[in-house]
């Protein structure tokens, strides 16, 4: 890891600072203005955000891609001082976790994972010199099988999304989650910082039931980043 790379990540392991994830989707779903739900999660004090680059909603038509509402997302924090990490994969939060095109559904795998890489690199470089974006998050819970809509689960395709971030912003921290709150991340790509989460209920596609994933005495979901040192960074 470069000096200026692990000074940065440090820098986001010392903190803890309540954020939140901001979902375009989210705001789709429950017929609410983009905007102007942004804006008033800023005026409740957040100044941490996670937000998502969704492949589906970013290129719509193959070749066509459109970065507008993401850099509405983007105007509104920088106008007011905030942060944000900026989700990138074809796996992010919120139903289905994997965000694929409907275009894209009809090509082969190797067809669809060579137009996501396309992707992949135009969100890289539109947003690698943007300064409020402090960190990636590469994937979102990339192994988590019992929950979500999933592609696959390739290292080598994690491996190359992994390595093109490192390419292209090679002073940008990486954060990568872990499948959930127990698991251990053993092999590559590694990250700068590593994340967890906890959540006292999930579904299981498995058994199509909701089960108790952590016993814990909690009605809120919390996810934590931690850097190698299981340090707590902050909470989304």
Avoid at 55 to 80: C, H, R, S, V
Avoid at 139 to 154: A, K, M, P, T, V
Avoid at 205 to 210: F, M
């Amino acid at each position: 890891m470069s000096s200026s790379r692990k000074q940065k990540a440090h820098a986001i392991s010392q903190e803890i600072n309540l954020g939140a994830s901001f979902s375009v989707i989210s705001c789709q779903n429950y017929q609410i203005d983009m905007e102007k739900a942004l804006e008033s999660t800023i005026r409740l004090g957040i100044k941490r955000f996670r937000i998502m680059s969704y492949w589906n909603i970013y290129e719509p038509e193959q070749g066509n891609i459109d970065f507008t509402q993401l850099d509405q997302q983007i105007a509104i924090l920088k106008k007011n001082n905030c942060r944000a990490t900026l989700t990138i994969g074809m796996r992010q939060p919120r139903w289905p976790e994997t965000h694929i095109p409907e275009w894209a559904k009809q090509l082969t795998h190797d067809e669809t994972v060579a137009a996501y890489m396309i992707f992949h690199q135009a969100v890289i470089e539109r947003y690698k010199d943007e300064e409020i974006i402090e960190s990636w998050q590469l994937e979102n819970e990339f192994w988590l099988r019992s929950f979500g809509i999933n592609f696959d689960y390739s290292r080598k395709r994690l491996v190359e999304e992994f390595n093109m971030i490192r390419e292209l912003d090679p002073e940008r921290p990486i954060i990568m989650s872990t499948a959930q709150f127990l698991s251990l991340p053993l092999f590559r790509p590694t990250p700068d910082i590593f994340a967890t989460s906890i959540y006292r209920v999930i579904y299981n596609n498995k058994k199509t039931s909701l089960y108790h994933d952590l016993d814990f005495a909690m009605d809120v979901q919390a996810e934590g980043f931690f850097n190698s040192a299981n340090q707590m960074a902050s909470v989304y």
